[in-house]
């Protein structure tokens, strides 16, 4: 173990120091004991993985992925019950997370220690997110139409373009294949929880197979107070929310090797929030909604081609008794990607054109920005070399062009056991609100620039996971709120966005599986050290150390769990005054199948009633339970 994480450890507050050693054990111990398997292990074994597309946007065994990943499944997202998406990202390696009250609220996503507005989020291959504020709206998004989730943390920019810094999230709704299976489940949970889904979904097999899914959900809560007595917007009563979302894909293939399809998302959000003691009932009404068609044709044995177009809005409507405001993103994205077989090689070309509309109440955010983006790259795999070689360019209209490169390598020690080293940069664009927000604007702004290193030993052998991974990311000309302005000081007497900080992100991430029998342990670690390397200081929300340990039992019909999430303190502001205290919060799930096609779930979240925070004078869920019926027809 380095001085720096000998370090992290012995600043672990008190009640969550040992849960982090024991954390620190069980990620360690599957990853050690794999390396010790694996000096034995035969060359011709066999491992089963599951397809990881986001990495380098063609599907690709996930162990010969050299980026860090991970995967939620459909099996987690089964068993969530009351939980939202942002709680099932809180439970994977290198990812943390902030919430302003409850599932409906203001809410973000660190990777590795960057910041929500420096990762790039995709539902189905659609960019979504703001251009004003930065970011995907989470609580838009209805985990019950989701099939899974990919997230790859590290930069990413040659892939996906600006905000890549810290990785990409991709989240993929169901999909038909098949004969005809119709899902549906309903519950009920603490704080008048509610919720109902169902979908049907299959294929038509034959000359021009037809495939399809379409998912609907509702769900509605009663909440609870999302402001504590300190906030300045507290107002003693009760924050529900209400969101009703669909969802589909249909697909055609017109003939052999040539498909045409749709996707398309619609999610509503009526949330209640605080704005002080007005006698009004604020609430804001927030809606995603995404739409694709495509067209994918391999031309010849070793050429496919796929054409995409699509366009994602966000639109955020806040009405709190006085003038209303309106902050609406729509995202118009065109997209000509071409993947070539060469031997067990493969190349990409891409070429990109998006265009970003904001429509506004504050009329400086309303305006346009396009960028033209063209991107190569190669993955090589030869025996037990593995090497990817990327490279991109993006041209924007508001901000000019930025080209960004990345260069991976890795080298499998034996078919299970892999070490494998990578550098990459990126860069995340200004958004409107950094470049024209009256009072704080600065129209000036460059790009921040972020450049990575990174090494790692990854282990699978389809029993036992393990992986230890190294990482050091640069991010200069951060974009922050400093006091004074160098420019029309009068019209910015609290001083605007500039390009001043710079940050540097450190860490080690440890994660490890194992299967023994009926059960399955899984634990995670992440130790790391996000500061602003101008000041010295930790970067707002970010903990040193944050973990998850987890155990799942399966016999017969029954399955049961327990997770334990872990974080250590962290700081409000950027000067490091105010401090957010360390938790450990129990969660227990089970469910058990009560008939054929016949599922009862539980779920028990927070079960020792922890008081916690994850933004100062903010509330989370206290204990809470949802009980529901699932339908899967076989």
Same mark, same amino acid.
């Given at each position: $173990? ?30 050690a004991?794999a390396i ?18 986001t @990495?380098?946007? $063609? ?11 991970s ?9 969530a019950?009351?939980s ?21 609220s ?27 504020s ?24 040659t892939?996906?373009? @600006?905000? @890549? ?5 991709q ?19 603490t ?11 299959g ?59 749709v ?21 804001t009404?927030?809606?995603?909604? +995404? ?46 990607q ?8 493969? @190349? ?9 509309q ?56 034996? +078919? ?17 609100n ?37 990482y050091?990311n640069?991010v ?26 710079e ?14 029998? +009926? ?56 000067a ?8 450990? $919060?129990?969660?227990?799930v ?45």
């Amino acid at each position: $173990m380095t001085p720096n994480v000998l370090l992290y450890v012995s600043a672990a507050t008190k009640p969550v120091a040992r849960p982090l050693a024991l954390a620190l054990v069980l990620s360690v111990f599957p990853a050690a004991s794999a390396i010790a398997q694996a000096v034995n292990a035969p060359a011709d074994l066999k491992t089963l993985a599951p397809v990881v597309v986001t @990495a380098t946007r $063609m599907p690709e065994e996930g162990r010969d992925v050299l980026a860090d990943h991970s995967t939620i499944t459909s099996e987690e997202i089964a068993r969530a019950g009351q939980s939202s998406l942002l709680e099932l990202l809180q439970r994977q390696h290198g990812v943390e997370v902030t919430l302003s009250g409850g599932p409906a609220s203001v809410s973000a996503v660190f990777l590795r220690g960057t910041s929500n507005t420096q990762n790039v989020v995709l539902v189905d291959g659609v960019r979504i997110g703001s251009s004003t504020s930065g970011g995907a709206t989470w609580s838009s998004i209805p985990l019950t139409e989701i099939d899974h989730v990919e997230i790859i943390t590290g930069p990413l920019s040659t892939m996906y373009g @600006a905000d @890549a810094v810290g990785g990409v999230i991709q989240i993929f709704t169901k999909k038909g294949e098949g004969p005809p299976r119709l899902t549906a489940g309903a519950g009920i949970g603490t704080y008048g929880t509610r919720s109902e889904d169902i979908s049907l979904s299959g294929s038509v097999e034959g000359t021009h197979r037809f495939s399809y899914a379409i998912s609907a959900s509702h769900e509605a809560s009663d909440g609870f107070n999302s402001t504590r007595p300190g906030n300045f917007s507290f107002n003693p009563d009760k924050d529900g929310y209400s969101r009703k979302s669909v969802s589909g894909q249909f697909g055609l293939n017109l003939a052999t090797g040539h498909d045409v399809g749709v996707v398309f998302l619609d999610s509503r959000l009526n949330a209640q929030f605080d704005s002080g003691a007005t006698p009004a009932d604020p609430h804001t009404q927030q809606q995603l909604r +995404n739409l694709a068609v495509f067209t994918r044709n391999k031309f010849t044995s070793n050429w496919t081609s796929q054409v995409q177009i699509s366009q994602s809005a966000d639109k955020a409507n806040s009405d709190t008794g006085a003038a209303p405001s309106r902050f609406n993103t729509t995202q118009k994205d065109v997209t000509w990607q071409n993947d070539f077989k060469l031997g067990t090689d493969r @190349a990409q070309v891409l070429l990109e054109r998006r265009i970003e509309q904001v429509e506004a109440t504050t009329t400086a955010l309303t305006g346009m920005r396009g960028t033209n983006s063209v991107a190569a790259s190669y993955q090589l795999r030869r025996d037990r070399h593995l090497a990817d070689f990327s490279l991109r360019n993006d041209n924007s209209s508001q901000f000019g062009s930025h080209t960004t490169g990345a260069a991976g390598y890795g080298y499998r020690l034996t +078919n299970a056991l892999r070490a494998g080293v990578s550098a990459g940069t990126s860069f995340r664009a200004p958004t409107f609100n950094d470049l024209f927000f009256p009072g704080f604007d600065n129209p000036t702004l460059r790009p921040e620039k972020g450049r990575n290193v990174e090494g790692g030993l990854y282990y699978d052998d389809g029993k036992t996971q393990g992986s230890a991974v190294v990482y050091r990311n640069r991010v200069t000309d951060l974009i922050i709120f400093g006091s004074g302005c160098p420019f029309q000081p009068a019209n910015h007497p609290f001083g605007c966005a500039a390009n001043v900080d710079e940050a540097l992100l450190t860490g080690l991430t440890l994660a490890g599986s194992q299967r023994f029998g +009926n059960w399955t342990t899984r634990a995670a670690l992440d130790f790391q050290n996000p500061r602003d390397d101008t000041t010295g200081k930790l970067l707002a929300r970010r903990s040193q150390q944050h973990a998850t340990l987890a155990a799942d039992y399966a016999v017969g019909s029954l399955k049961a769990g327990a997770e334990w999430v872990l974080s250590g303190r962290r700081f409000e502001n950027a000067a490091n005054t105010t401090v957010l205290g360390g938790y450990g $919060m129990l969660n227990l799930v089970a469910s058990y199948a009560v008939a054929r096609d016949w599922t009862v779930v539980g779920r028990w979240n927070n079960v020792t009633d922890k008081n916690y925070e994850l933004a100062r004078d903010y509330a989370t869920p206290g204990s809470n339970v949802f009980v529901g019926v699932r339908y899967a027809m076989r």
